[in-house]
């Protein structure tokens, strides 16, 4: 619950502040007349996520066992490249978000109406569709009934409330901190969401190693225990983890923990010729 809750969190501030970015900007131009235009455009954002999340829950529930697993494994994989790309693409473009929206929206309004939906579309979409994934894979991963749906639910709400205060002038939020941190707890989520598709995979057949175990500490941390659904809700945690599995996990989440907290390197100007000694 915790781990979609996060989830919801992030990806629901993302859009909140995307939203509230071309509201911004169309109060800011004189421009309320278009806000519905966005409105509706957010609202078909909304729909399409919602049904695509329906649409994958919907097709896996029609399969045979081993076609549930290479699917149910194939996405998690997926969705931890999508998750991945979008950390670090709002690592590096965080800064320049409101100037790029601006263009877009500026450009929209010289092309009309349908331009300007589209756009608000566009840019909620994106984040729609990347978090519908990343939670439907990250509940799968937990398999713990309906909790991890409050806690996406509630995430969201949060991320609305947040975004509608920031965008009010109300809160003010380091949003480079925030979004350094929550990156670096998604990049330990999506390990774990990883190391489910690894083993999805191993039950299908696909993937080698089933019964080669790293690790069994079932009888130290029982999967019905508190402290065993803590671990499995938040880390995703297995007492049963595959050598496989457990080499996914560690590989990711040090690869990218060293990426991520790597220093950005400061641009290099040209350098100006050196004057000739007479």
Known sequence: MIANLLIGLREGLEASLVVGILVAYLVRTGRRDRLPLVATGVVAAVALS????????????????????????????????????????MRRAARGLKRELDHRMAGALAMGAG?????????????????????????????????????????????????????RGLLRV?????????????IVVAAGVLAYGVHDLQEAGV?????????????????????????????????QTTVLQAVAWLTYVTVMMVQFFRPARPRVSAASPTPAVA
Do not use: C, H
Request: charged share 5%; glycine share 10%.
């Open 174 to 186: 380091n949003l480079s901190k925030f979004f350094t941190w929550t990156g670096a707890a998604l």
């Open 50 to 89: 919602l049904a695509f999340g329906a649409l994958l829950q919907f097709t896996s529930r029609n399969m045979t066992f081993e076609q549930q697993e290479i699917f149910g494994g194939t996405l998690s994989i997926v969705a931890v490249g999508f998750v991945t790309w979008m950390i670090f693409w």
């Open 115 to 167: 331009a300007v939906v589209l756009t608000a579309f566009l840019a909620v979409a994106r984040e729609g569709l990347e978090t519908a994934l990343f939670l439907w894979a990250a509940i799968q991963a937990t398999g713990q009934g309906g909790a991890p749906v409050t806690g996406a639910a509630i995430g969201l709400a949060l991320a609305v409330v947040l975004g509608y205060l920031i965008y």
């Open 207 to 239: 993937l080698p190693g089933l019964t080669t175990l790293a690790f069994d500490v079932s009888a130290q941390v029982p999967p019905t225990s508190w402290y065993g659904t803590v671990l499995k809700g938040t880390l995703n945690f297995s007492p």
